[in-house]
């Protein structure tokens, strides 16, 4: 503890060079999680989000992660600077936006924080966007391709994506959400049992998690109509906003789903059915 | 306390990620970077070797600017300013990428340079990363010491691996190893003898090929460090030249549209005062105008009283000659009529009645078909005397209006039969 107090003292002051940034803030990366996590506590509490269990708790040490991870990044640009003021504004600045994070107490269940955790992955890694269609519909590498109509060049990323991601991005994923192995067996005994009721929350949940994350889409991909899908698939542009929307939208990936099959009878119509492991 | 303990293990995992962060990526180096802006993908940099940009601009300002790997490991960013421009270097894998951001009232722009590293320091690089089996999108910023070091002991000895691999490979492929003249139980000690010989000699040429090779990549390496050096010198002294230039066009810009709105202001000026110097001369012309025909008006009035009052005087003169003609002989006590007297007192007192009851002069051109009568009657009701007809232009005399005269010619325009008036001759 005291170390910890000498530090804060040291993190009051004024570091000149970005290299003393990085320096400052590894010696004391802890001080740093708890001050972003206690804001983000402090915002659920005066939001009247807050409620004092072990779910709520992560949920605060997950987003105080990542708003730290971004502070080290772009923090280091501000020097010279007083890097704890510095994060505190920066926390602040996300608090004041309308949606800082997708909230919802059903999303703080074990299946809810799954959810939650692969989809907003998903929104900064392409590997877990492309993962999302084997977690949400069963998909494999050949499925994406068909479904999204993509070309030759395009497919060889998609066999990229998901190698990577059985690989370290699902296992990295489920640790900075906090998922542990007894919670993953869980699902899994969960939906084994109760599958009907398993894959109706699910749905649920899925559609209320990329509501909110859609809006991270690039330039806000809208929704489409058949025949618009129709043109995008048949002049073959949009690979992105294939990709991006159709995964995200459960109701897009249904008007659109043998768009781009090239006559494949074997991929049937998409409906949300969760695959745990990847 | 299991929660407890689940809490802290999950607070001691993302802490541990927080160090390793930008480490942890498994993309290559052909992978592509995504680019976000606030938050937002807004598209790739292509990482695939060769040198490519990525230039976005957007209406609102910009707050972030981030790369991102495929596995969405954050490998750097840029916070940008409220107002103006901020630049980053980028070090990644020995490639590096500028991000440049600049915001404006109308909107920020961002950019991302890609660069790809040198060929022999990517050369350097590729084997390192190789020999290590460590992630190849590793930033060089993150790289410690004690990485480095890490990295070139692995390098080494995967060296000594192969080395001894190959001699063992060559010492059994060699034509004296296969006849042996020894019996079983003496072919392991007659065996290994010119072997381990062989083997300590070897090993000796090993160490020493090492050695070189840690001073080469030792020396490459200082090479490196200072090549960097210059480089980041290089690019920060661009950079304010940059800078400085944008600053010397701003400045410029200013001074021009300063300028330009200066000489607009005092041309605006000008004129504005001309103009109403202009009007003010117009008015004095146009006053002075009234008064020179005024005082013309007067004049001819004058000369008229002139005229009668020498009339006046001739006919006075003839009567008092009269007077005295007949009178002569008379015994007259009383005293002649002051001749020279009684006319002066006379021209006087008109002369005081003429500067009352001056008449104001016009000229009227009446409207074509305008019957005598009609003019006749008009000139009743105005009190107004008829003078000399001039080239359709008639002489007319009245009395000083009561209301000031350009108004009262206003009124004298109103009239049906009046085409023009006019002042002078």
């Known amino acids: 503890m005291p170390d910890r107090t000498t530090t804060v003292i040291r993190l009051e002051d004024v570091v000149r060079t970005a290299d003393e940034f990085d320096q400052l803030v590894s010696q004391a990366l802890p001080v740093f999680l708890d001050r972003a996590t206690s804001s983000t506590k402090r915002y659920l509490r005066e939001t009247g989000q807050w409620a004092d269990d072990v779910a709520h708790e992560k949920f605060v040490l997950r987003w105080g992660a990542e708003y730290l991870e971004r502070f080290l990044v772009c923090g280091?640009?501000?020097?010279?600077?007083?890097?704890?003021?510095?994060?505190?504004?920066?926390?602040?600045?996300?608090?004041?936006?309308?949606?800082?994070?997708?909230?919802?107490?059903?999303?703080?269940?074990?299946?809810?924080?799954?959810?939650?955790?692969?989809?907003?992955?998903?929104?900064?890694?392409?590997?877990?966007?492309?993962?999302?269609?084997?977690?949400?519909?069963?998909?494999?590498?050949?499925?994406?391709?068909?479904?999204?109509?993509?070309?030759?060049?395009?497919?060889?990323?998609?066999?990229?994506?998901?190698?990577?991601?059985?690989?370290?991005?699902?296992?990295?994923?489920?640790?900075?959400?906090?998922?542990?192995?007894?919670?993953?067996?869980?699902?899994?005994?969960?939906?084994?049992r109760h599958p009907q009721r398993f894959h109706h929350e699910a749905e649920r949940l899925v559609r209320f998690a990329q509501a909110h994350y859609r809006k991270s889409e690039p330039d806000h991909y809208p929704c489409l109509s058949?025949?618009?899908?129709?043109?995008?698939?048949?002049?073959?542009?949009?690979?992105?906003?294939?990709?991006?929307?159709?995964?995200?939208?459960?109701?897009?990936?249904?008007?659109?789903?043998?768009?781009?099959?090239?006559?494949?009878?074997?991929?049937?119509?998409?409906?949300?059915?969760?695959?745990?492991r990847p | 306390m299991a929660q407890d303990r689940d809490l802290e293990d999950y607070r001691a995992c993302l802490i541990d990620g927080l160090k390793v962060r930008a480490r942890r990526s498994a993309c290559g180096s052909s992978d592509p970077i995504h680019v976000f802006v606030n938050e937002h993908r807004v598209g790739t940099l292509d990482g695939g070797g060769t040198e490519t940009t990525f230039q976005i601009q957007i209406q609102t300002r910009i707050d972030t600017v981030e790369l991102r790997s495929e596995d969405g490991v954050l490998l750097g960013g840029l916070s940008a300013p409220e107002y103006g421009f901020r630049t980053a270097h980028i070090p990644i894998s020995g490639d590096t990428i500028q991000l440049r951001v600049h915001n404006t009232a109308q909107g920020g722009s961002a950019t991302a340079m890609f660069t790809p590293a040198p060929s022999s320091w990517r050369r350097i690089w590729k084997t390192l990363a190789a020999s290590a089996e460590a992630t190849v999108r590793l930033p060089t910023v993150m790289m410690g010491p004690r990485i480095r070091v890490v990295a070139v002991a692995q390098l080494l000895l995967a060296i000594v691996v192969v080395g001894l691999a190959a001699d063992r490979i060559a010492v059994w492929m060699a034509p004296e190893r296969t006849p042996s003249m020894v019996t079983q139980a003496e072919a392991p000690w007659a065996a290994s003898l010119p072997e381990v010989t062989k083997l300590e000699r070897q090993l000796g040429e090993l160490a020493q090929m090492q050695a070189r090779t840690v001073d080469t990549i030792q020396l490459q390496q200082q090479g490196m460090a200072q090549l960097q050096s210059t480089i980041t010198k290089l690019s920060s002294t661009?950079?304010?030249?940059?800078?400085?230039?944008?600053?010397?066009?701003?400045?410029?810009?200013?001074?021009?549209?300063?300028?330009?709105?200066?000489?607009?202001?005092?041309?605006?000026?000008?004129?504005?005062?001309?103009?109403s110097e202009q009007e003010q001369l117009e008015a004095e012309i146009h006053s002075l105008t009234v008064a020179n025909d005024r005082l013309s008006e007067k004049m001819v009035g004058l000369e008229q009283d002139n005229e009668e009052l020498k009339k006046k005087l001739k006919a006075a003169g003839v009567d008092v000659s009269k007077a005295v003609v007949s009178g002569h002989g008379n015994a007259t006590t009383t005293r002649p009529p002051d001749i020279g007297q009684t006319p002066q007192s006379l021209q006087a007192a008109d002369s005081r009645s003429n500067i009352q009851l001056q008449p104001f002069l016009f000229w009227v051109a009446f409207s074509e078909g305008t019957t005598q009568e009609s003019i006749d009657q008009w000139l009743r009701e105005m009190d107004g005397r008829k003078g000399v007809l001039n080239e359709g232009w008639q002489e007319v005399a009245i009395v000083q209006p009561a209301v000031p005269p350009d108004r009262f010619l206003d009124r004298i325009r109103e009239a049906k039969i009046v085409k023009a008036v006019r002042t002078n001759r």
Not at chain 1, 160 to 166: E, T, V
Not at chain 1, 247 to 260: H, N, S, Y
Not at chain 1, 261 to 273: F, Q, Y
Not at chain 2, 254 to 273: A, F, N, P, Y
């Open chain 1, 76 to 192: 280091r640009s501000e020097a010279p600077c007083r890097p704890l003021f510095l994060l505190d504004s920066f926390v602040a600045k996300q608090h004041s936006q309308p949606d800082p994070f997708c909230y919802h107490p059903d999303l703080l269940t074990p299946l809810g924080r799954y959810l939650d955790g692969l989809v907003a992955r998903a929104v900064i890694s392409r590997d877990a966007l492309i993962a999302l269609y084997h977690h949400c519909y069963g998909m494999g590498p050949r499925d994406v391709i068909a479904i999204t109509g993509l070309n030759e060049l395009e497919s060889q990323r998609i066999y990229k994506n998901f190698r990577r991601w059985r690989d370290s991005g699902w296992q990295r994923t489920m640790d900075e959400i906090g998922m542990t192995d007894v919670e993953l067996e869980e699902l899994v005994v969960q939906q084994q």
């Open chain 1, 226 to 276: 058949r025949s618009q899908w129709g043109a995008m698939f048949s002049e073959g542009h949009g690979c992105d906003y294939r990709l991006w929307h159709l995964v995200l939208c459960a109701d897009c990936i249904q008007t659109a789903w043998d768009l781009g099959r090239n006559g494949d009878e074997t991929i049937g119509k998409p409906r949300v059915e969760l695959h745990v």
């Open chain 2, 238 to 275: 661009q950079e304010k030249v940059v800078s400085n230039m944008l600053t010397v066009r701003q400045e410029m810009e200013k001074q021009q549209k300063g300028s330009g709105r200066e000489v607009r202001q005092m041309t605006r000026l000008l004129m504005g005062k001309a103009l």
